[in-house]
């Protein structure tokens, strides 16, 4: 059974997600480009490296976010569109993880009084809470696996070929 963190913890694992997310939009922000293999070759002095720990590896080529940025960019996205607290949230989180804001600057562009201090940090810890929210979804569904509750029925007849 899998270990259950609590939210203290989930919400730190999710800042730091949305660091590298904003650090990898900041870096590469949305293009993907494929270079060319001799440009790959004259950067490693060889071939690339391959290996690595999924969703934080350097991509051949530049081929764009890595699979953990890609995910919270989507959960940002699927946030703004979402309603209008939404669209709030996913802006605070781009100013915040992505511009870079200061704290009064966040507050000022989401519509926060500047003493609003414990308003705020509400806020982020709502951002935090939807983006997990969304991010679990995304992977409950990709991690489901197709169950046949049926028998397969064979195409042609073997016992006649």
């Not at 009064?104 to 997990?132: C, I, P, S």
Request: include cysteine; proline fraction near 1%.
């Amino acid at each position: 059974m899998a270990v259950l963190i609590d939210q203290s913890e989930r919400l730190r694992l999710v800042a730091e997600l949305m660091k590298h997310w904003g650090e990898r939009r900041g870096q590469l922000g949305l293009d993907a480009s494929l270079g060319s293999q001799m440009g790959s070759i004259m950067e490693w002095k060889g071939a690339a490296p391959r290996g690595g720990s999924s969703g934080s590896r350097i991509l051949v080529g530049g081929a764009g976010l890595d699979h953990a940025a890609a995910e919270v960019d989507a959960a940002v996205v699927q946030l703004e569109r979402r309603d209008p607290r939404g669209a709030t949230l996913a802006k605070l989180a781009q100013l915040r993880y992505l511009y870079g804001a200061t704290v009064r600057e966040q507050m000022r562009e989401v519509g926060l009084a500047e003493d609003a201090d414990r308003t705020y940090r509400n806020w982020v810890k709502a951002l935090h809470l939807q983006v997990f929210a969304i991010l679990a979804a995304r992977a409950g569904r990709v991690r489901q696996q197709t169950v046949r509750r049926v028998t397969m029925r064979l195409a042609c007849n073997i016992d006649e070929t």
